[in-house]
């Protein structure tokens, strides 16, 4: 059940209930595409920061240890200790990032396996399968990410084949409920808009998946691939108005602190991203000044924690001085400390921001912190 509990503007303050657990929206999810996150944060320290949903990826779980083992093992809640909802994203995305080594056909797509080099093919009943398997809480219908930019006859294809691909996702994941062996018969199902940068495909698309049946949530997939913000945020206006208004909405793959903020603005409840991971990897950590190079040769004596108002266990225990030596010996806490740093701060933002909207002061919030957030401190 999804409860909308207030709005400010087109912002939405929500609850999403699943089988593990309620999600407050607007969220981040935290990314952990192998069932673990980069970095060396486990599960216990995803609590400490305040996870509520964590996102784990089918292609390449599926590729290992694959689905079977982590069935036979309970799911991924009991495989990685986890107790909090889960999404599991379809492998649509990783498809499409392989495209050197993949064909797309109407029964699904066939592509090279990365470690071994075996043949694979995943159409829409397998991503189903896999992501039942697994467990997951909310699992992603099978689609295709279109490149942008694209032919718009290409794109126009693209999508018919991604709707005819839902439906059959639909049907599959109501016969994988009904078998007595399925590990979280109340997994939802999301849907997925694509259309690539071209509004009246994204709009009519839209249009047409939110009168299927079956779907508990839809997404805007297909962003984040090479068009700019402007694009992005183009195409969030064009397609929002058209989201069923009582169902979550989640932006795949997005983004920066101010891409959620923005998204937020627009009426989206939920986001994930790699980026606070390949963030921290580089020493670059994100604070309510904006973001900051622990890097940078000014931090070499600095004693002074990241954010001295941070209660993350970075900033609670070691300086940036500290980090940065990590970091330049490369040492793995270095990048621990930076992960743990980066997602409690994406945690927090989300917890504000559900906090301004339900105190009707998100539009201050909104027109303050889209000035700052994306500086470099």
Same mark, same amino acid.
């Given at each position: 059940?999804?409860?909308? @509990? #207030?709005?400010? %503007? ?5 609850? +999403?209930?699943?089988?593990?657990? *309620?999600? /407050? ?61 889960? @999404? #599991?994203?379809? %492998? ?5 990032? +392989?495209?050197?080594?993949?064909? *797309?056909? /109407? ?271």
């Amino acid at each position: 059940m999804y409860e909308i @509990l #207030t709005t400010c %503007g087109k912002a939405r303050r929500a609850r +999403l209930e699943t089988p593990h657990g *309620i999600i /407050e929206t607007p969220v981040f999810m935290n990314v952990g595409t192998a069932a673990a996150i980069r970095g060396g944060a486990s599960t216990d320290d995803l609590r400490e920061i305040g996870t509520l949903v964590e996102l784990s990826n089918t292609y390449h779980l599926h590729m290992q240890p694959g689905e079977e083992l982590i069935s036979r093992l309970g799911g991924l809640h009991k495989f990685m200790n986890w107790d909090k909802p889960v @999404l #599991t994203d379809s %492998g649509g995305f990783q498809v499409f990032s +392989l495209q050197k080594i993949r064909r *797309i056909k /109407e029964e699904g797509a066939y592509f090279t396996s990365y470690i071994d080099g075996r043949k694979i093919f995943m159409g829409p009943e397998e991503s189903m399968q896999i992501q039942s398997k697994l467990g997951s809480d909310i699992a992603m219908a099978f689609d295709e990410c279109i490149e942008n930019p694209a032919p718009k006859d290409y794109v126009e294809k693209s999508v018919a084949r991604t709707t005819r691909w839902l439906r059959r996702c639909i049907e599959e994941h109501r016969r994988l409920a009904n078998l007595p062996e399925t590990i979280n018969p109340g997994q939802l199902l999301f849907g997925i808009n694509q259309g690539g940068t071209y509004d009246d495909i994204r709009v009519a698309h839209m249009k047409e998946i939110a009168e299927i049946e079956g779907l508990a949530g839809y997404a805007i997939g297909g962003l984040s691939v090479g068009e700019s913000a402007e694009e992005m945020y183009r195409i969030i206006d064009a397609v929002e108005p058209f989201m069923p208004k009582d169902k979550p909405r989640y932006l795949m793959g997005v983004g920066t602190p101010l891409n959620i903020l923005e998204g937020v603005h627009r009426g989206i409840d939920f986001f994930d991203c790699v980026l606070p991971l390949r963030n921290a990897q580089h020493g670059n950590v994100f604070t309510w000044n904006g973001k900051v190079r622990i890097l940078a040769e000014k931090f070499k004596f600095d004693g002074t924690p990241i954010d001295e108002n941070c209660g993350c266990p970075a900033c609670r225990s070691y300086s940036k001085g500290y980090i940065r030596h990590l970091l330049k010996a490369d040492e793995r806490l270095g990048m621990r400390l930076c992960v743990l740093h980066n997602l409690w701060f994406y945690n927090e933002m989300m917890a504000k921001i559900r906090e301004e909207i339900e105190n009707g002061t998100f539009e201050e919030f909104y027109q303050k912190y889209r000035e700052i957030l994306d500086k470099q401190v």
